[in-house]
């Protein structure tokens, strides 16, 4: 939004005859997009998961990212799966292939065999510094498509996973996720997303939200497609 500049001139018109400043031209700044905005550009990219496995059902969140309608998600939420469902922001349903993914990062790769009418990916970001603004988006407890807010709380953070590798260089934000959330994107102020949702820290082990959860950095998530990763 620019900033209107208005000159006033105090004291007697009829005799002041001095030329009245005309204000310089100078670069309009712009604001940085509500987070109503960024819900609203990144919503359509968001898709509703649910997988089957002999263990049973799990539930999570993807982000579309490319116009092939390739979705990152968490390994977890689809592993060992073997039926997977994605849902659109439009209501189209698919079944989904998952062609890439990667344990050390906790990141999938699904490929849907339908698309919606209009595909429309997220755009990717770069990196996060400590105190930067984040939204997260994602269908925690099952609410689809909920968001909230928070700020980078650390970088290159580890975490130890019982039976499988730490995953690391995690990006550790305060935004509310609780289950369902993972695979999810993290976005920046922008709209940008910078990571994919992966894990939240709890003692309790009740798994429900007390200030902590962790993302795998963007450029860490596409790089986890191997030999299949998708084509930004």
């Known amino acids: 939004m620019g900033t209107a500049l208005i000159a006033y001139r105090w004291g007697s018109a ?4 001095t030329p009245a400043a005309k204000p310089s031209a100078s670069p309009s700044s712009t604001a940085p997009p509500t987070v109503n ?23 999570g969140t993807g982000v579309v990212v490319n116009a092939d309608g390739n979705v990152l998600t968490a390994l977890h939420v689809v592993d060992g799966a073997t039926a997977v469902q994605v849902t659109f922001a439009d209501g189209t349903q698919a079944k989904a292939q998952v062609v890439a993914a990667d344990a050390a990062s906790d990141i999938a790769v699904l490929l849907p065999d339908q698309l919606p ?3 429309v990916p997220a ?5 996060a510094a400590i105190g930067d603004g984040v939204i997260a988006i994602g269908n925690p407890l099952g609410l689809t ?3 909230s807010t928070g700020v980078v709380s650390g970088l290159n953070r580890s975490l130890t996973r019982a039976g499988k590798t730490d995953l690391k ?4 934000f305060d935004a509310a996720v609780n289950p ?25 082990r009740d798994g429900t939200f007390i200030g902590i959860g962790f993302a ?17």
């Not at 009829?14 to 005859?17: F, K, L, S, T, W």
């Not at 755009?123 to 990196?127: A, Q, R, W, Y």
């Not at 260089?169 to 550790?172: N, S, W």
């Open 169 to 172: 260089g995690l990006i550790q």
């Open 123 to 127: 755009v990717l970001g770069g990196g």
């Open 180 to 204: 369902g959330s993972s695979g999810g994107p993290l976005l920046n102020a922008t709209g940008q997303v910078i990571g994919v949702v992966v894990a939240l820290a709890n003692p309790t």
């Open 14 to 17: 009829a005799r002041d005859e």
């Open 216 to 232: 795998v950095p963007i450029g860490t998530a596409v790089g986890a497609g191997g030999d299949r990763p998708p084509q930004i």
């Open 145 to 147: 498509l909920s968001t």
């Open 117 to 119: 009418s209009v595909v």
């Open 37 to 59: 905005q960024v819900y609203t550009a990144l919503a359509p990219s968001i898709v509703s998961i649910t997988s089957v496995s002999k263990a049973g059902s799990a539930s």
